[in-house]
């Protein structure tokens, strides 16, 4: 069974940066196809960042970009979000996925096999 850790959550003022880590057991994971989502209170879980298997493509929501920058290091089987330039409006749980046979549709969430539990991030103005 593949399981997905989330760490790095927090509360960060406005302007501020916060780390994600998403650490995904199991042998596979530099075969995944990897996206970060985020949940707003009250509001539809929403993809964030996504990237390919060995990094070189990625994808960001247009509200994060320039601000927002995904990475992974497959030899630790972790996944990062760095999120800089922080915004009140970033406040949710942030949610890590895998997806071991990549179609395309990055941003839909049954595009993904597995999640992690989600890290709080709160961004105070």
């Known amino acids: 069974q593949v399981q997905l850790v989330e760490s790095g959550g927090g509360l960060v003022q406005s302007g501020g940066s916060l780390r994600l880590s998403c650490t995904v057991s199991?042998?596979?994971?530099?075969?995944?196809?990897m996206g970060w989502f985020r949940q707003p209170p009250g509001k539809e879980r929403e993809v964030v960042a996504a990237?390919?298997?060995?990094?070189?493509?990625?994808y960001y929501v247009d509200s994060v970009k320039g601000r927002f920058t995904i990475s992974r290091d497959n030899a630790k089987n972790t996944v990062y979000l760095q999120m800089n330039s922080l915004k009140p409006e970033d406040t949710a749980v942030y949610y890590c996925?895998?997806?071991?046979?990549?179609?395309?549709?990055?941003?839909?969430?049954?595009?993904?096999?597995?999640w992690g539990q989600g890290t709080q991030v709160t961004v105070s103005s």
């Open positions: 996925a895998a997806d071991t046979h990549y179609t395309g549709r990055y941003d839909f969430l049954d595009e993904y096999d597995y």
């Open positions: 199991g042998y596979m994971f530099s075969n995944y196809f």
């Open positions: 990237i390919n298997w060995n990094g070189v493509s990625t």
